[in-house]
């Protein structure tokens, strides 16, 4: 069975500071490995999707990049704002089987 | 291009009660998932629907949750007789094919049961 960790459960940076969020799984065998945010009573916003083939992606401040040998995935933001103040997710996509993190708060301190 | 609907957004029901969420991908999405989210966790996949077949539902409990998406496009989740634990976020995703592809969000339905 799919584990998906992420640490820490909690983060508070200053304004402008980089930052690495880290998301582990226990299987191997997967497709894809996708981070969202979720903002307080909202939906799930898609970030980045990394294909099992490829070790990373970008998007403007967002680097993801996947390790699948050693189960890892870490999605780095640059130069940080307060507007990036939100849970972070990871999801992980198995053969038929999605398996999501518990997530990262992040707060950004203006 | 128009963003996945979900309704009603919220819903407050008694235990023991029936209730029923509506869900409506984006156009031309095979596959649709439900989800649900307790506070302070991460989503759990109920299901998940290839066009109009089920591919995955392990984890629905279904001596009182059930699905169904109709002609392919439209789903429908309902949860009878509700639960307190069933107090939680429905979320609805959907993508242009299986697990390979991103997934699209839906706003959710809290549903509050007491």
Redesign the interface.
Known sequence: KQE?TQIPAALSVPEGENLVLNCSFTDSAI??L?W?RQDP??????LL?I?SSQREQTSGRLNASLDKSSGRSTLYIAASQPGDSATY?C?V???????????TKLQVIP | EAG?AQSPRYKIIEKRQSVAFWCNPISGHATL?W?QQIL??????LI?FQNNGV??DSQLPKDRFSAERLKGVDSTLKIQPAKLEDSAVY?C?SSPG???Y???????T?LTVT
Do not use: C, H
């Open positions: 998906v497709y894809n996708q969202f009573g909202k939906g799930l916003t898609s999707l294909q997710l999801a996509m198995g053969y038929q089987k999605v398996t999501f993190g518990t997530g | 996945v998932y989800y302070g966790q991460g989503p759990k996949l998940q591919v995955d979320l995703a299986g697990v390979a991103e997934q699209y969000f839906g706003p959710g809290r």
